[in-house]
């Protein structure tokens, strides 16, 4: 969702996003890109199989649905009913082999509103009055003598649990963020039912294994006041299904293996994001308030918490105390079932943020647009939409609280029984896949489902860093520091194949020569690109290299997939997750090859 939110300080991004889902009435990339919630007869994932049907790059794990007989979907819609403010022209429906999506249920006129969520129906520290979290634990806006949130928590009850190892902590850890706090939140939800619970069962059951960080994290952690099951293999762990009963997933650390270099520089951000968060929240449950805990909080159920905000919040103003980028993170019911797009012809504007009360035909005033993209952990950069979007116009923290997110029909206006999708940001196919579990390249455009202009888009940094450790300095680097060229070493597919201005340039910095280094300063200070002939000539064969080196490290990835298939017995779920590595390395190979064949076609790089 995110999604949704997007961005943290504890992970770089290049600058692609989020997120798409199809789910039912509820919203992730707020991470809307993950999930799609499903009845218990269907056999993809709630995330899974939104991103499914928003593009064949996806795979379907296995989800459960404990909900009996109600629709969880109906009973969200039921309860928003009851917001002032709330208006929703989608109706959800099963998407074939992708679990639900959200369609319009009649024709719609240009700018109308389709879905208004009020802010009172959004799930964020200011409407979190009522919790099993303790206050100190829950970030507040500034002191203000005039307005005071009222939070409550229950009564500590008689004995302790197993989260307390030996007597409470002395000091709490203090307010978390909303990444963290947001977390428990949803953790706790398995253990009591409270105002948010028609939010809560509209939540995927599982992650595992349609996610790729459950590929890297082992499902026998621990939790607090239990034995370790440390020392499992990796490559053979098993994995809870959404029942917590364990079906034994083989190989998924294997197949994590294979991914290409970037793509695993992604995962692990994601993994060191979650760790960090995993440490903190430990620390947070040995406190002594939680002592009325029924059972013990393990971080399986810990990281399906976290993996629900990662992939299904938004991030906006809240005007918390704390750093914005950490402290900007909220669940937007029904928004985070959107599939994600990056085609312009099927996507809607971004949602927008409106003062709260009865919504109008038309968008209404304006705030800010909301951060849409992967990992909600962090901030969003400027310039960009979620952590690598279009940074939104701050809301003024007056405003907090009292906002509701709203998404109107484009100019075009909309058909009865469409899908709607928006995009969860412009991110490279690697952060999608990390972020959210699903990417969108499609080679074969004639396959059901395929957007022929999705994906496209490969970081080559690798590459580039070797070439650096020959014939990188720091004055080369301080001078593509200044003109926001280092570390955006990106190929591209469309509008035709290309490097980007700051791979062209970077590599015109790496090989300026003797004769040439009068030219740094005039570089630094943006006044030449291009240097010479004998330079554009070195960093032309220099690119050249690179794509050719490029493609025969896909390749030897794609070789790699094809002998690890071999020993596979047709499990439905690891051959989903071997055609988006497949996709990937594909991917890949076929922009390094297109620019290549530019490179042919051109004198220069520019």
């Known amino acids: 969702m995110a999604r949704r939110a997007k961005g943290d300080k504890r992970s770089s991004s290049t600058g692609s996003k989020p997120t798409s889902v199809a789910v039912p009435p509820l919203v992730h990339g707020a991470k809307l890109a993950v999930a799609c919630t499903q009845d218990s007869t269907t056999d993809a994932p709630p995330a899974a199989a939104a991103a499914a049907a928003r593009t064949p790059n996806a795979f379907a794990g296995q989800v459960t649905d404990d909900n009996d007989d109600d629709d969880p979907v109906e009973r969200l819609v ?217 059972e013990p909080v393990s971080a399986e159920t810990l990281l399906w918490a976290w993996l629900n905000v990662n992939t299904r919040t938004v991030s906006i103003a809240l005007g918390l105390a704390g750093d914005t980028a950490l402290y900007n993170h909220t669940f937007v019911p029904l928004l985070d079932m959107i599939n994600h797009s990056s085609s312009p012809s099927l996507r809607l504007g971004d949602p927008v943020q409106v003062a709260s009360g009865p919504a109008r035909a038309s968008t209404g005033p304006t705030y800010a647009r909301a951060h849409l993209g992967p990992g909600p952990n ?120 290309h490097a980007a201005y700051a791979l062209v340039m970077t590599l015109r910095v790496l090989f300026l020569d003797s004769a040439d280094a009068d030219k740094l300063a005039s570089v630094r200070r943006g006044l030449v690109s291009y240097v010479s002939p004998a330079n554009e000539a070195r960093a032309r064969a220099a690119l050249n290299d690179l794509c050719e080196e490029t493609v025969r490290e896909a390749d030897a990835g794609l070789a790699r997939v094809r002998r690890w298939v071999d020993d596979l017995d047709g499990d439905h779920a690891v051959q989903g997750a071997v055609r988006l590595v497949r996709g990937l390395w594909t991917e890949r190979r076929d922009v390094a090859s297109a620019v290549l064949k530019s490179i042919d076609r051109k004198d220069g790089l520019d």
């Open 378 to 497: 962090g901030p969003a950069r400027t310039g960009m939409l979620g952590r690598h979007g279009r940074t939104p116009t701050p809301t003024p923290p007056a405003a907090a609280g009292k906002i509701d997110f709203r998404m109107s029909a484009p100019a075009r206006g909309l058909e009865r029984g469409k899908q709607v999708h928006f995009a969860y940001g412009p991110h490279a196919s690697s952060v999608l896949f990390a972020e959210y579990g699903f990417h969108e390249y499609a080679p074969d455009a004639s396959t059901d489902g395929a957007d022929a202009d999705a994906g496209g888009e490969i970081d080559v940094g690798e590459h580039v860093r070797r070439l650096w450790a020959e014939h990188g300095t720091d004055d080369k680097r301080e001078a593509l520091e200044a003109i926001a060229c280092w570390g955006h070493d990106t190929l591209h597919l469309r509008p035709e194949p």
């Open 78 to 294: 039921a309860w928003l009913r009851t917001q002032r403010g709330f208006v929703c022209e989608l109706e959800a429906r099963d998407v074939k082999g992708a679990g639900r999506g959200l369609y319009t249920k009649r024709a719609l006129a240009p700018h109308e509103t389709i879905l208004q969520i009020p802010s009172s129906a959004m799930l964020n520290p200011l409407t979190l009055t009522t919790t099993l979290i303790p206050p100190s634990l829950i970030p507040r806006p500034p002191v203000n003598p005039h307005k005071r949130i009222r939070l409550t928590s229950p009564g500590r009850a008689r004995g302790g649990n197993e989260n307390t190892a030996g007597p409470a902590a002395a000091a709490p850890p203090g307010p978390l963020n909303t990444t963290q706090v947001l977390t428990l939140e949803v953790a706790l939800s398995k253990q009591a039912q409270g105002p948010w619970d028609s939010f809560m069962r509209t939540l995927p059951h599982s992650f595992r294994p349609w996610h790729p960080l459950t590929w890297v994290v082992d499902a026998g952690e621990r939790a607090e006041g239990t034995a370790s099951t440390e020392g499992k293999s990796k490559s053979k762990c098993q994995c809870q299904n959404g029942d917590g009963g364990e079906n034994k997933w083989t190989r998924w650390a294997e197949l994590a293996d294979l991914l290409d270099g970037y793509t695993k520089r992604k995962l692990e951000d994601v993994k060191a994001r979650w760790e960090t968060d995993r440490d903190t929240l430990r620390k947070a449950l040995r406190y002594e308030a939680f002592t009325h805990l029924k």
